[in-house]
């Protein structure tokens, strides 16, 4: 005997529901609150990482479009490492806005007084270049020194893979 065209109707319909792909959104995303100890760590390392975990890439739940990622305090980024010579040999430049404006610090000046906007500016280099990096970049808390002011949203501690 034949399937009638109902039968066949009901199989298509269950199997199309097996099919469908997950797609997060704004209300549907949940955020943890994350501590990441910067001391010891390798700059570029640690940014890497970081980057992954504001994108929200870290999670099965990740969808490109959405800003889906936890937030990410940093401690002691005074204390973060570079590999080789780069202390000396590595350039932070910037351009004032006026004629003749260009200025430049090696990454050991950097350390030395600017750390966290060091740390900042190497993970918004890793983040997306356009309104949702912005966003996702807002998510991002650098601190200097082993003290933060989050402790009301209850940070975990996140160890680092490497």
């Not at 704004?26 to 010891?40: F, I, N, P, Q």
């Not at 490109?64 to 936890?70: I, L, Q, S």
Request: aromatic letters at 6%; glycine letters at 8%.
């Amino acid at each position: 005997m034949g399937r009638t065209w109902t039968m066949k109707m009901e199989l298509f319909e269950e199997e199309n529901k097996v099919r469908t792909t997950y797609m997060a959104n704004a209300a549907t995303v949940e955020r943890k609150w994350l501590v990441v100890d910067a001391e010891g760590q390798t700059l570029g390392r640690l940014a890497s990482e970081v980057a992954a975990i504001l994108r929200g890439k870290t999670k099965p739940t990740f969808t490109p479009h959405v800003d889906c990622g936890d937030h990410v305090v940093i401690i002691n980024a005074e204390k973060i490492e570079l590999t080789g010579k780069k202390l000396l040999s590595k350039k932070y430049i910037h351009h004032t806005g006026f004629p003749g404006g260009i200025k430049e610090r090696t990454a050991q000046d950097m350390r030395a007084t600017r750390a966290r906007a060091m740390l900042e500016r190497t993970i918004k280099g890793m983040l997306p270049h356009n309104r949702l990096g912005r966003q996702m970049f807002t998510k991002l808390h650098v601190y200097e020194g082993a003290q933060h002011p989050h402790a009301a949203q209850k940070p975990e501690a996140y160890e680092l893979r490497g």
